[in-house]
């Protein structure tokens, strides 16, 4: 007793679950005595994936061919130049700063030296022309001078 192959077809359709594929056939050997059980498909050993070859590698460009192609060779140098004088300009002025702060400093103890000068000069003056009291009597007492006397106080 065998089944026509349109209704055996339908039947299993009829079971089939999830998306049809011949690992999926659910298989009820009671409801369906004629239908076979699905062997399992055996899997396809892996195989190891080929290697393509990698496309040939681009030459990186240097930053100096990427700015000629855009021609901003001219304009990026012209900016480094400023930048340069720039530079030179604020370190020559800094220069110039430190030098006059310097200069400020030697002009002031320039002018405390002098002032120093001045007062050992005066100091030296004022010295020389001192007398002391002993030297004074000598002096007066060589030159004929003397002591008042009583008679000659108060006219």
Known sequence: MSMPETNRR?????I???????GN?????????YTRVAEPVPAEPRRRPQ???????KRRRTLLETLREYKALPKTA???MVLAV????????SGFNTISAAQKEINALNKRVAEMENVVERTNVEYLFSID???????ANAAGMAYPGSGNIGD
Do not use: C, Q
């Open 78 to 80: 012209a900016v480094v």
């Open 51 to 57: 290697l393509v070859p990698a496309a040939p590698a």
């Open 16 to 22: 089939r679950v999830y998306a049809p594929s011949r």
């Open 25 to 33: 056939l659910a298989v009820k050997s009671e409801a369906l005595p």
């Open 10 to 14: 339908k039947s299993l359709d009829a």
């Open 86 to 93: 720039a530079f030179a300009l604020i370190v020559t002025i």
């Open 133 to 139: 009291i002993g030297s004074a009597h000598d002096a």
